[in-house]
């Protein structure tokens, strides 16, 4: 038995953030009843990454909403209103990512549901709160990265900022949508009382940041300083960096600047006697790593500094990585099966329980395939 089975979730978002909130309560056990427009169903079915789609649906959507039904409700529509008014006085979790004011207008705001429902989780996603100068700014993952300081701590020292390849700020936010929620449905059962959980795109951001921002913030205030060159972090000293070698790169992370002058048989890394130059002469020292480096494969290098208990890595494609053994071993692959005979090829829940994986027993769902259903169930 996974640990949500039983508990009913009303997902009432779109496009990454709220969405990847209930595939994770799905991947948990929770039963997902996604609310969606008529016909078009929610955002993400059209928004699509390199344009691939599988059965009029984008792969995105396919990817973060499986194992979920779907109902179609037109929620300006005082019939399918008050049938989802109906299903909200049955539910445990309700979400949403409306821009704030959207549900006040509908009537499903949170004081209005807790009338319906006294017990329920309001689990909300806005951008950037429900008030101040941003609060009606579009909440989309580049934005916000930009926004939020993010873009200039990835990349080389005169790099233009650089934002993060994947929707970073989304998935963030859907994480700590889940952390609020779970921590709501153990207080209400101490206290059989709702709540209304609270997350925003920027305050995820800031708080992915908290380690360079409280940096920051205890240092004068002084701009994070990005490498010259193979930059992985703009706070910390050399050797933490990304360098190429004879027929690839090979990633150092921090150690000891003089055992690493040992393991590579580099004397002139000894000069650095103060721990403290490893960080005000990173680039200088960076650049002497990278001329020992190259001399060698990464094979080489990683036979010689593991040998040493250095810190160190290969950078591998993902063509590498998902044939490589400690990949496979993993199991971190599922083929999802459509109903329409077709597969979605892709990663499982991280998350394990009493030593078991978590697969998904089946695909994202057609846009209201299950209303019928859920009204003969529930007899709305």
């Known amino acids: 038995m996974k640990p949500l089975e039983?508990?009913?979730?009303?997902?009432?978002?779109?496009?990454?953030?709220?969405?990847?909130?209930?595939?994770?309560?799905?991947?948990?056990?929770?039963?997902?009843?996604?609310?969606?427009?008529?016909?078009?169903?929610?955002?993400?079915?059209?928004?699509?990454?390199?344009?691939?789609?599988?059965?009029?649906?984008?792969?995105?959507?396919?990817?973060?909403?499986?194992?979920?039904?779907?109902?179609?409700?037109?929620?300006?529509?005082?019939?399918?209103?008050?049938?989802?008014?109906?299903?909200?006085?049955?539910a445990d979790v309700m979400t949403h990512n409306?821009?704030?004011?959207?549900?006040?207008?509908?009537?499903?705001?949170?004081?209005?549901?807790?009338?319906?429902?006294?017990?329920?989780?309001y689990a909300s996603v806005t951008g950037?709160?429900?008030?101040?100068?941003?609060?009606?700014?579009?909440?989309?993952?580049?934005?916000?990265?930009?926004?939020?300081?993010?873009?200039?701590?990835?990349?080389?020292?005169?790099?233009?900022?650089?934002?993060?390849?994947?929707a970073t700020v989304d998935i963030l936010t859907g994480t700590h949508l889940v952390h609020g929620i779970l921590a709501a449905l153990i207080k209400r059962g101490r206290t059989n009382k709702g709540a209304f959980v609270e997350v925003s795109l920027l305050e995820s951001v800031l708080d992915f940041q908290f380690e360079v921002i409280t940096t920051y913030l205890n240092d004068g205030n002084k701009t994070p300083q990005r490498a010259k060159k193979g930059s992985s972090h703009a706070y910390l000293s050399a050797p933490y960096g990304v360098y190429k070698t004879k027929n690839g790169y090979l990633s150092l992370a921090m150690g000891s600047l003089h055992e690493l002058g040992e393991a590579l048989n580099s004397s002139e890394l000894f000069r650095y006697n103060d721990p403290k130059s490893w960080f005000t002469h990173r680039d200088e020292i960076m650049d002497l790593l990278r001329s020992v480096l190259i001399r060698e494969t990464t094979s080489y290098w990683l036979n010689r500094l593991e040998a040493k208990s250095i810190w160190c890595s290969d950078v591998l494609t993902y063509k590498e990585l998902l044939q490589h053994q400690a990949y496979r071993i993993l199991k971190m692959d599922q083929k999802i099966q459509l109903d329409t005979n077709k597969q979605v090829h892709t990663t499982r829940c991280p998350i394990q329980f009493n030593d078991t994986k978590?697969?998904?027993?089946k695909g994202a769902p057609r846009v209201g395939q299950h209303t019928k259903s859920i009204i003969e169930?529930?007899?709305l």
Request: hydrophobic share 40%.
């Open 6 to 90: 039983g508990i009913l979730v009303l997902e009432f978002c779109q496009f990454m953030a709220g969405p990847s909130a209930g595939l994770r309560l799905a991947d948990f056990g929770a039963r997902v009843i996604k609310i969606e427009r008529p016909i078009h169903g929610e955002g993400c079915r059209q928004i699509a990454i390199k344009n691939l789609f599988i059965d009029g649906n984008s792969l995105v959507f396919h990817t973060v909403n499986r194992d979920k039904e779907s109902y179609a409700a037109n929620l300006k529509d005082p019939e399918d209103l008050n049938k989802v008014k109906k299903l909200i006085a049955l």
């Open 98 to 121: 409306f821009r704030p004011g959207v549900m006040e207008k509908i009537g499903l705001d949170y004081d209005k549901v807790r009338e319906i429902n006294p017990k329920v989780i």
């Open 128 to 166: 950037y709160g429900t008030k101040g100068p941003w609060a009606k700014k579009p909440g989309q993952d580049l934005l916000v990265q930009s926004l939020s300081g993010l873009t200039h701590l990835t990349g080389n020292k005169n790099d233009d900022p650089v934002p993060m390849g994947l």
């Open 358 to 361: 978590i697969f998904a027993s």
């Open 377 to 379: 169930e529930f007899k």
